[in-house]
């Protein structure tokens, strides 16, 4: 059995808190398109609640990631012969990927989604308005999501690989262009359901 070392403990804290990462992500997308295809105000409080209380916390698990992530580097020289530094080209595309990513949630993502929570908390129960629904599929909220969630993946893809900084480059810029057409196609998906959900909704008697 071999020894616990300083660096397997980094590695371990490092890898964990990106799988935990991506179990967060994975709700708040599932919560976007859940949300998307709510038609009642009923319906879609409960979603929003899931979104207010996982969407400020990536900043924390950001910070936890770098955190470990240079201890990581710290503690490389000890590990067999790998010696690493901030300079290599994969550990700085990640590191300069990784605050952009979180650079941009945190001005654009993280602001309309807090609207868009407070939207749908303040709305009346019944139907969910044409503006609010609109605002379900906000563009900032949607494409800034998969950018920061599958661009993370390639920063993944070059953390395990430790390709050459241009080759590393081009493995985010790959994740962040497939997370764009995803987007772009659950929006698609949800914009074609929108009007039946509205024709079934003025459809429905009034009640007096």
Known sequence: MGDITQYNVALFLHVGVVIITFMIAAVLHAALNLLVRAETAEEARPIARVVHRLDPLFPFFALAILGFGFWLIGASPKHGDDHWKVGDGWILTA??????????????????????????????????????????????????????????????????????????????????????????????????????????????????
């Open 95 to 208: 590191l300069i990927a990784l605050i952009a990513i979180e650079g941009l949630a945190g001005a654009f993502l993280a602001p309309h989604a807090k609207k868009l929570v407070a939207a749908i908390e303040a709305a009346p129960n019944g139907p969910l308005s044409s503006e609010l629904r609109a605002q379900t599929r906000d563009p900032f909220i949607w494409y800034v999501g998969h950018t920061a969630t599958v661009g993370f993946l390639g920063v993944v893809f070059v953390m395990t690989n430790k390709p050459s900084g241009g080759v590393a480059v081009l493995a985010v810029v790959i994740g962040v262009l497939v997370g764009w057409a995803l987007c772009y196609w659950q929006l698609a998906l949800a914009a074609k359901s929108a009007p039946s959900a509205t024709a079934s909704t003025a459809s429905s008697p009034a009640t007096p």
